[in-house]
Every structure is written in structure tokens, then in C-alpha cells.
């Protein structure tokens, strides 16, 4: 971690073998970015991680895990407009909550450059849809940049960084779960260290930057023209690359991830197509495209997710009366999931069946058991799931919400029966309290998750005083996404805080109704559902406990974890299997003749399953220095 953090500092060039992620961060620096915001969220965290390898007292930059993205964004856009070069970056979703704030960016006259880097995921890998945020870029007027492996992410972001100065106006970096986490020996340019200065560049009279009625439409032209100037940049920079195979036929025009794994496609075939490889996607550069259209037969558009280019191009064709046969996406299954070599073969057959032939995939071939998302051994998450489920009838409603705790919908706990998006429960489980006096509502909300998006649902539930019980399931980290500290943390990314109290926070929302206990006083914790259940109005339940698998990684990391031993007394045990079909363990299993096996690599020795055997038939043998 160290000697990332050193490598990323370097001031000669150097080369290295690094992923997509850490190579934005020597990008941002290269860049001289002055601030950095985020919100954690996959694929993007790693690039968290390569700041966080570098010293506060060495970082050139300032940087901050913010809120939420909306946030993250307005921050990066203040400073921007304050003459600094900022970046914000985020997962796919998280543009959806930064949106309000983004699409006003565009319409901005920003002094210091701002590049916004989104990571989309194809195959939703680690979101819950596989939205194509190119429609987000059109909609604002943003340009956008789509680097296809970890050498262009390096350089495009330069290059965006660049644009946006120039131009003062934002850019937007796509990227890709496959682009962000691919491997690949980056060359780095040398890096100078320079005194920033820090002296404030925003002046409220000497530029416009309220969007009422009178000055939004000088404001909207001056986009669409700063847009229309970067086509003529976009029609000749050598970021869109021509791969002549002398083939007059055929051609394919293509972006990011599927145009390497068409390169790797093409290396058994005969004849290949010309390749036209797009950088710049927004505003697409017409003039390439239209030599490219009239120079072949036959244009194959090779896209992951939406028909963004297939659109567009078309509109080209059409425009300029060239009657180039133009083949975009032909069925339902070129509109899902990752463009791997695989995939791209496959759209290519249905293509040119002639050139292409598919043969089974050798993985495919193979039988491989299902293997479910599960909640880690010792997961506090566990113990609460397994008391609600007893307390609750098969008739009442649960709503999940983003986090670890959404793997409650799954067998054996069965909890959280709807999903939206970040901090939806509250507000989702009041529309299904109204007119239902019969069943009861109860839904779940994560603590970094209350504070990303959480507060207004709950605000809301107060003011109107709606009949609904929400769950806070507190584990003190933003734990899905690699254990990023949130408010009640008692730090941030740079330094320890005074924690953010939960409970405060609902009382001076108004709320009047609350409990809380550890998940793992499962006994405690049935009395205090089925008080709160039974209550007219909202009330709220803290189900609190730290995430186990933070705390075993850090006790490993400072040596001084030692596992506590669970066994399982087959003398005593009756083979009910309640650790097992109810409770969950990952760590137990069923041997053929009934008895129940505790895996000792995967059992941590916490003794939350001790509580869950009816006849008492599950002990721990403790270690000095064991979880207590």
C-alpha cells in the first residue's frame, strides 16, 4: 500500500502494471487536480484505495468521501467555479443521485475544469440495473470520453482534464467495471510538483451563475456552442483510431471495452473488418464517421448497453445520403450485460455468420454449483434477520434497501420483498402502510445509507405521521463497498471526528419511538420488534453490530485475532438443522448422515449461533484474545 502510494508520487516517468482505477488517480495528479470528490461505490473504489496509499501530508490535492454524490458533485463544482481543477467520481447509480446538480453543469462557465468519471456496469456486477449513462451526457450537453483499458484512462483523463480548462466547461470520463479492474502495464509520464495558488478566482458579479427564467437560455446556447466547438476537436484528435484490415466490405465502428474484445475476436479470423475505434463519444466525430460510412458496404455498430451510437450514426447516414448498409443491435440479447470476447463474438455471428463461427465456450462447458451472495460468518445482520422472521407474520411486508443487509431477500431470512434505490425503504414502506390496516410494514435501512439518502424518507414519515417501522441496521461502516467510514464512524477520510449520533439525529428529527439494541441480544431484540411492530405511527428500531468482517480484517492486520472455537456436541444435538436451514451460517454444513459440520476456515468464533440451537448443543471453546 506504501509503495503504491510512492509510485503514484513519482517524479521521473516510469512504467507500471496497474488498474484502470490507480491509474486515474497518477492522471488526476499528472493533472495537477486540486480537488477530488466520491461517493464509494463499485467499480470505482479502488480508486479511493490508490489515494488513500498516499500520505495526507503528501497528497497534492484535497479529498473527501462526501455524503452522497449529489454533494460530492456540488463540492467538486464550488471549487471549480473557485478556479481550481476538480473531479468527482462515482458508480453508475450514483449519477442518478447526483443528477439534479449535474445536468445543471453544463450550463456553468467553470474557471478551474471539472471532469466528472462515472463507472457504468454492464452486466449490473454490483448495481440494480445496467443503465447506460451516455443518455445523461445528451440530455446535459456534457461532453464525453470512453478510454477502452488502463493506458487510455491514464491519458484520457489528461486529455479531458485539458479540454475542460480550456474550454471552461465539464467533461465526463465513462468508464466500465472491465475498464476500471483490468490489468495492464501503464507508461507514465513525469510529474513536476508545483505551488498551487490558492487564490479565490470566484467573484459573484463577474459571472453568471443563476439559472432563473431570463438567463437560462443564453446559458443553454453557450453549451450547445462550447458542445459544437469540441465536435471540430473531437473530428481530429487521434483519440479515434482507424484499424485498416483492407477490407472494403466491411467495417465496425465501436467504443470502449467491445473494441477490445473484438481485437481479441479477430485474431483467428480470416479477412477481418476495418475497425473505426471511437474516444470521443459525445459529441460524435462526424467527420471520421462519415469517410468511414462511405469507404464500406456494410458498418456493423458494436455497442455494450443502449443504441446511443447506432442513433447517431445512422442520423449521419441519412443526413449526408449514404447508403452504407448500417447493422446495429439485432435482438433483445445485444441490449444486456458485458461486452467480452465472448459476447462480441456471438453479436458477430448473428452479424456476419460467414466470418464468424462460434464454438462453445470452454468455461461454459463447465458444471460449476450455484453459489449464492451470502452475509459473511459473525454478520450482525444474520442474528437481526433471523429474530425479525420469527416475529413477523408470512403476511406482513418487508422493504429492503441498498446495503449488505439486501441479501436478506434471499432464502433462508426471506426480508425485504421490494428495492428501488439508496434510502427508498422509509418512503416505499409508507405507501404500502396507507389503506392497510392488516398488514404490518416493516422496512430495513443501512447507517451509511440513512445518511446518503435516508433523512428526507424519515423526515417525511414524522411530518406525516405514517403507521411504519423502520430498521436501521447499524454496523458503523459503509461495508459493501470496501468499509469506507460514514458520519457515525468517528472519522472520515482524512481524520477522526466527533461521531455523528443516530439516535440524536432521529430525535431532532422529531422522531419519539426509538429502540435500539446488539443484534446479537437476540432475545432483547424480539421484545423490542414486536413493542415497535405494535405501535400506532412510526417508530424506529437501531438493530446495531459491528461489521465482523471489518473487525477480524483489522484484528488480523494488527495480529492479535485468534479465533474462538465453535463445537458442535453430537451427543446432545437432535439434527433439527435450525443453525443451518433458519439461522444461515455459512460455516455450518450437513454431513450425509445428518450431523452438522462447522468449517473452522470460514467459523470466526463469534458464538452468535449459539443462542439459535433449541437444545443447546452448540459451545465455544474461547481463546485468549477471541471475540467476546
Same mark, same amino acid.
Given at each position: 500500500?506504501?509503495?503504491? /502510494?510512492?509510485?503514484?508520487?513519482? *517524479? ?7 488498474? /484502470? ?20 461505490? $463499485? @467499480? ?21 468521501? $462526501? ?10 463544482? #464550488? ?5 481550481? %481543477? ?7 447509480? /450514483?449519477?442518478?443521485?447526483?443528477? !439534479? ?21 454492464? #452486466? ?61 502495464? =501503464? ?57 485498416? *484490415?483492407? *477490407? ?36 460524435? @466525430? ?41 447493422? #446495429? ?7 444486456? *450485460? ?14 456476419? @455468420? ?7 465456450? =470452454?468455461?461454459? %462447458? ?34 429492503? !434497501? ?40 416493516? $422496512? ?9 439518502? /435516508? ?62 439494541? !446488539? ?46 472455537? =465453535? ?28 450431523? =452438522? ?8 468464533? !463469534? ?17 485468549? #484474545?477471541?471475540?467476546?
Amino acid at each position: 500500500m506504501k509503495s503504491m /502510494g510512492k509510485m503514484l508520487l513519482k *517524479n521521473q516517468g516510469f512504467s507500471e502494471i496497474v488498474i /484502470g482505477n490507480t491509474a486515474l488517480v497518477r492522471a488526476m495528479i499528472e493533472s495537477k487536480t486540486r480537488v477530488i470528490t466520491s461517493y464509494p461505490g $463499485s @467499480p470505482m473504489p479502488e480508486t479511493a484505495e490508490a489515494i488513500k496509499s498516499i500520505k495526507k501530508e503528501n497528497r497534492p490535492f484535497y479529498f473527501e468521501f $462526501s455524503t452522497n454524490e449529489k454533494v460530492a458533485t456540488e463540492i467538486a463544482f #464550488g471549487a471549480a467555479i473557485n478556479g481550481h %481543477l476538480s473531479t468527482v467520481f462515482f458508480k453508475s447509480v /450514483g449519477l442518478n443521485v447526483a443528477a !439534479d446538480s449535474f445536468v445543471q453543469l453544463p450550463l456553468m462557465k467553470i474557471k478551474g475544469g471539472m471532469v466528472v468519471v462515472v463507472g457504468d456496469d454492464p #452486466g449490473a456486477n454490483s448495481s440494480q440495473n445496467e443503465q447506460d449513462n451516455r443518455h445523461y451526457a445528451h440530455l446535459s450537453y456534457m461532453p464525453v470520453f470512453e478510454p477502452s483499458d488502463p493506458q487510455e484512462v491514464y491519458e484520457y483523463y489528461k486529455i479531458a482534464a485539458e479540454q475542460s480548462q480550456k474550454r471552461e466547461m465539464p467533461v465526463l470520463l465513462r468508464l466500465s467495471t472491465h475498464v476500471c479492474h483490468a490489468k495492464q502495464k =501503464v507508461h507514465f509520464k513525469a510529474y513536476k510538483e508545483i505551488t498551487f495558488d490558492n487564490s479565490p478566482k470566484f467573484f459573484s458579479h463577474s459571472e453568471n451563475h443563476i439559472p432563473i427564467t431570463s438567463k437560462v437560455f443564453p446559458m443553454k446556447k453557450r453549451a450547445l456552442n462550447r458542445l459544437e466547438k469540441l465536435k471540430d476537436y473531437a473530428n481530429q484528435t487521434n483519440l479515434n483510431q482507424l484499424v485498416d *484490415n483492407g *477490407n472494403k466490405d466491411k467495417g465496425v465502428i465501436t467504443a470502449g471495452l467491445p473494441y477490445l474484445s473484438l481485437r481479441d475476436v479477430l485474431e483467428d479470423i480470416e479477412n477481418p473488418p476495418d475497425i473505426l475505434k471511437l474516444g470521443v463519444v459525445y459529441p460524435l @466525430p462526424e467527420r471520421p464517421i462519415k469517410k468511414f460510412l462511405q469507404e464500406h458496404k456494410e458498418i456493423k455498430i458494436l455497442e455494450e448497453l443502449d443504441n446511443v451510437l447506432e442513433k447517431e450514426i445512422k442520423v449521419i447516414a441519412f443526413d449526408n445520403n449514404i447508403k452504407t448498409k448500417i447493422i #446495429g443491435k439485432q435482438d433483445l440479447e445485444d441490449w444486456v *450485460n458485458e461486452y467480452t470476447p465472448y459476447k462480441v463474438k456471438k453479436v458477430m455471428q448473428k452479424t456476419w @455468420p460467414k466470418i464468424f463461427k462460434l464454438e462453445p465456450e =470452454v468455461e461454459n %462447458l463447465m458444471e460449476v454449483e450455484n453459489r449464492p451472495a451470502q452475509l459473511c460468518p459473525g454478520c450482525g445482520h444474520r442474528s437481526a434477520f433471523y429474530v425479525i422472521k420469527q416475529v413477523l407474520s408470512e403476511n406482513d411486508i418487508t422493504v429492503a !434497501d441498498i446495503g449488505c443487509h439486501t441479501l436478506g431477500f434471499l432464502p433462508p431470512y426471506e426480508m425485504g420483498e421490494v428495492l428501488l434505490s439508496m434510502g427508498h425503504s422509509t418512503s416505499t414502506g409508507t405507501g404500502l402502510s396507507l389503506f392497510n390496516k392488516e398488514r404490518k410494514v416493516v $422496512s430495513f435501512l443501512g447507517d451509511s445509507t440513512m445518511f446518503h439518502a /435516508g433523512l428526507p424518507g424519515i423526515v417525511n414519515a414524522v411530518y406525516n405521521d405514517h403507521n411504519i417501522t423502520l430498521i436501521i441496521m447499524e454496523n458503523g461502516t459503509t461495508a459493501m463497498t470496501g468499509h469506507q467510514n460514514h458520519p457515525a464512524s468517528g472519522s472520515n477520510f482524512n481524520k477522526k471526528i466527533k461521531p455523528v449520533k443516530i439516535r440524536e439525529i432521529l430525535k431532532g428529527m422529531g422522531v419519539e419511538s426509538i429502540y435500539e439494541t !446488539d443484534t446479537y441480544a437476540q432475545s432483547k431484540l424480539k421484545k423490542i420488534i414486536k413493542k415497535a411492530i405494535n405501535e400506532e405511527g412510526f417508530s424506529v428500531v437501531i438493530a446495531s453490530h459491528p461489521c465482523m468482517l471489518k473487525f477480524t480484517r483489522e484484528a488480523r492486520k494488527n495480529n492479535n485475532f485468534k479465533n474462538n472455537k =465453535v463445537i458442535i456436541d453430537q451427543d446432545i444435538c437432535e439434527q433439527i438443522h435450525e443453525c443451518v436451514e433458519e439461522f444461515g451460517c455459512p460455516s455450518f454444513s450437513i454431513k450425509e448422515n445428518g450431523e =452438522v459440520n462447522v468449517n473452522k476456515d470460514l467459523c470466526i468464533g !463469534d458464538g452468535s449461533c449459539i443462542q439459535t440451537c433449541p437444545v443447546n448443543a452448540i459451545n465455544i471453546k474461547r481463546t485468549e #484474545g477471541g471475540i467476546k
